[in-house]
Each structure stands twice: as structure tokens, then as C-alpha cells.
T-cell receptor, first 114, second 113 residues
Framework: DTEVTQTPKHLVMGMTNKKSLKCEQH?????MYWYKQKAKKPPELMFV???????INESVPSRFSPECPNSSLLNLHLHALQPEDSALYLC?????????????FGPGTRLLVL | GENVEQHPSTLSVQEGDSAVIKCTYS??????FPWYKQELGKRPQLIID?????GEKKDQRIAVTLNKTAKHFSLHITETQPEDSAVYFC????????????FGSGTQLTVLP
């Protein structure tokens, strides 16, 4: 399996809701990433997990809570989001090591916060 | 931290012509430079990458050149086709246990038939 999958594809939530985004890969990659992408903008890094441990948190508000239950799964828990959080949320994975840096992206979850 | 600038923001070419997109980076420690293509509503897909120990890399109609001294790298697409139309992002990263990619702002390439 050479793909990163994400569910759901689309999500609409109110500002008081709690929801979760899910990402899965079976390529044996030990680094996983969450990015946020607004329309016509580049992906913006949110979190990096390395060997299932959070290694980078790019000053993301606490209403976004990442979780890496195992080496194949990455979740992003959402709570009390704001309308400006509406965006495409992309997951990516990569191997760790020199010459193995390629990040493979999932199809994303398109989130709308009302 | 790293800063990556990308130009132009939009580029229109006739089918069959070449397209060139340029990026500059600020951190001399950066040593990995991928290029991603993102079609409307789709995921970014890696099209080519280059590491700092190489000056040029080619894959069929796509080539990337790197000038470490000047801290810039470029994407060259020859014999463009309508299906090359997309947004292209350059990125840079330095060594680490997990790569932190810094993306350029993107180039909307339109290939006119």
C-alpha cells in the first residue's frame, strides 16, 4: 500500500461541536504530519510526529489536539473551532533518514466551521 | 527559520513551450528541495526533488536545478501539455529526525492549447 488515506473527505461542524479527523498509512513511515491549507495558499505545518512522539507543534491553538495511537494512525481532534479554521486539512507521512525525506500527502479533509 | 520565495505567482504558456519556476531559500542548512504539483481539489503530489549534493536532476520533461551558493533552485518543464496546468509549490528543509518542509507561495501554471 503506497497511499495515505484520510477520513472524512468533508466535514461541516458548528463552533460547539467536537469532531476528529483520521489519517492512516501502511508504508512503514515513522514520521507523520498535519498541515492546514487555505485556498490558493501553500500547506502550513501544524504538527509533526516522529516515532509516535510529538516533535513539532507550530504554535497551534489548543482547540486542535493531535494524537498518534500507533505508527500507522494519526488523529486530529477538533473542539470549539472558529469559522477561520475552515480549510483543507492534509496529513502526510515520510520515512526518517537521509535520502528518505519524501513526504506523501493524503487527499485531505475539507472542513467547514459554521 | 527558513523562508522560501517563489516566482512567478502565475504563469501562462502555450502548449509545447517550456515553463520555468524559480525559488530562493534563506537557510544555508537546507539540503532537501522537493517540488509538488497540486491540481484543483487534489492532494499535493511530489513531481521531483533534489538534494544539496546534486546540481541538477531530470525526469523526462521535468528538471530541477540547484545553486547552493546563490540559494536558489528552479523547476523546468519542457514540451508543456494542458495536463501540466496546476499549482506548483517548491519547498525546502534541513536535516532532522522528521523533515520540516517550508513551502513557497505557489505558482499557478496554465498551459493554453
Amino acid at each position: 500500500d503506497t497511499e495515505v488515506t484520510q477520513t472524512p473527505k468533508h466535514l461541516v461542524m458548528g463552533m460547539t461541536n467536537k469532531k476528529s479527523l483520521k489519517c492512516e498509512q501502511h508504508m512503514g513511515h515513522r514520521a507523520m504530519y498535519w498541515y492546514k491549507q487555505k485556498a490558493k495558499k501553500p500547506p502550513e505545518l501544524m504538527f509533526v510526529y516522529s516515532y509516535e512522539k510529538l516533535s513539532i507543534n507550530e504554535s497551534v491553538p489548543s482547540r486542535f489536539s493531535p494524537e498518534c495511537p500507533n505508527s500507522s494512525l494519526l488523529n486530529l481532534h477538533l473542539h470549539a473551532l472558529q469559522p477561520e479554521d475552515s480549510a483543507l486539512y492534509l496529513c502526510a507521512s515520510s520515512q526518517i533518514g537521509l535520502g528518505q525525506e519524501t513526504q506523501y500527502f493524503g487527499p485531505g479533509t475539507r472542513l467547514l466551521v459554521l | 527559520g527558513e523562508n522560501v520565495e517563489q516566482h512567478p505567482s502565475t504563469l501562462s504558456v502555450q502548449e509545447g513551450d517550456s515553463a520555468v519556476i524559480k525559488c530562493t531559500y534563506s537557510d544555508s542548512a537546507s539540503n532537501y528541495f522537493p517540488w509538488y504539483k497540486q491540481e484543483l481539489g487534489k492532494r499535493p503530489q511530489l513531481i521531483i526533488d533534489i538534494r544539496s549534493n546534486v546540481g541538477e536532476k531530470k525526469d523526462q520533461r521535468i528538471a530541477v536545478t540547484l545553486n547552493k551558493t546563490a540559494k536558489h533552485f528552479s523547476l523546468h518543464i519542457t514540451e508543456t501539455q494542458p495536463e501540466d496546468s496546476a499549482v506548483y509549490f517548491c519547498a525546502a528543509s534541513s536535516s532532522g529526525s522528521a523533515r520540516q518542509l517550508t513551502f513557497g507561495s505557489g505558482t499557478q501554471l496554465t498551459v493554453l492549447p
